[in-house]
């Protein structure tokens, strides 16, 4: 299970949005690239200011480039504007943002900046093992159970707790090696899932 699935339900919820943006000529890949650039802009802000009350912004805006992807998807379906460009800066775009929304954890006391970089990595190879799913002759592979809407959530929450001071001693270091074996755990999935894909 995993919070991907309730993707149709936000999909609907935003459709009506996504039908004005539409109207007035915005783009999916103006939409993908905004997306990205807020999220490196904010992750280096952090890096830079690392105050735990700053860290209340990052739940909000995980929320926002969720929704932020679930529009430029439905752009570019629904209103024939896939594109070849678009598929490389929709895949490209999610690992460098996830990296700058993670990366600011490495410079706060609470946690290990080595089990922080090792979370980044895992979460870049999850991506790319979805993607390879399509080089097998699968589908784009969004196996959990820690996708990026998964750990976006998880990350939020995280945040959301340091930013409200709310107490981490005795199971901060015990975070980010457990979100590394579930992105580990995420990985096997999706080979095991796109082989079986392939081979049907």
Same mark, same amino acid.
């Given at each position: 299970?995993?919070?991907?699935?309730?993707?149709?339900?936000?999909?609907?919820?935003?459709?009506?949005?996504?039908?004005? +943006?539409h109207a007035v000529g915005v783009t999916a890949n103006? !939409?993908?690239?905004?997306?990205?650039?807020?999220?490196?802009?904010?992750?280096? @802000?952090?890096? +830079?200011?690392?105050?735990?009350?700053?860290?209340? @912004?990052?739940? +909000?805006?995980?929320?926002?480039?969720?929704?932020?992807?679930?529009?430029?998807?439905?752009?570019?379906?629904?209103?024939?504007?896939?594109?070849?460009?678009?598929?490389?800066?929709?895949?490209?775009?999610?690992?460098?943002?996830?990296?700058?929304?993670?990366?600011?954890?490495?410079?706060?006391?609470?946690?290990?900046?080595?089990?922080?970089?090792?979370?980044?990595?895992?979460?870049?190879?999850?991506?790319?093992?979805?993607?390879?799913?399509?080089? !097998?002759?699968?589908?784009?592979?969004?196996?959990?159970?820690?996708?990026?809407?998964d750990r976006a959530f998880v990350i939020g929450a995280?945040?959301?707790?340091?930013?409200?001071? +709310?107490? !981490?001693?005795? @199971?901060?270091?015990?975070?980010?090696?457990?979100?590394?074996?579930?992105?580990?755990?995420?990985? @096997?999935?999706?080979?095991?899932?796109?082989?079986?894909?392939?081979?049907?």
């Amino acid at each position: 299970m995993s919070i991907y699935a309730l993707k149709p339900k936000f999909q609907a919820l935003l459709r009506p949005i996504v039908r004005r +943006l539409h109207a007035v000529g915005v783009t999916a890949n103006q !939409v993908t690239l905004i997306a990205c650039l807020v999220s490196v802009a904010l992750g280096i @802000w952090l890096c +830079l200011q690392p105050q735990p009350v700053l860290y209340l @912004w990052l739940p +909000l805006w995980m929320f926002l480039r969720m929704a932020f992807n679930a529009v430029d998807g439905m752009l570019a379906r629904e209103f024939g504007q896939k594109s070849k460009l678009g598929a490389y800066l929709n895949e490209l775009t999610d690992v460098i943002s996830d990296a700058c929304l993670y990366l600011p954890f490495a410079f706060l006391p609470h946690f290990a900046p080595l089990w922080v970089g090792v979370f980044i990595a895992l979460s870049i190879v999850v991506e790319m093992t979805g993607v390879v799913g399509l080089m !097998v002759g699968a589908s784009r592979r969004y196996d959990g159970p820690f996708g990026k809407s998964d750990r976006a959530f998880v990350i939020g929450a995280l945040a959301l707790a340091i930013g409200l001071g +709310l107490p !981490v001693q005795g @199971w901060h270091a015990f975070v980010f090696p457990l979100m590394s074996m579930l992105c580990g755990l995420t990985i @096997w999935r999706r080979v095991q899932r796109g082989l079986q894909e392939a081979q049907s």
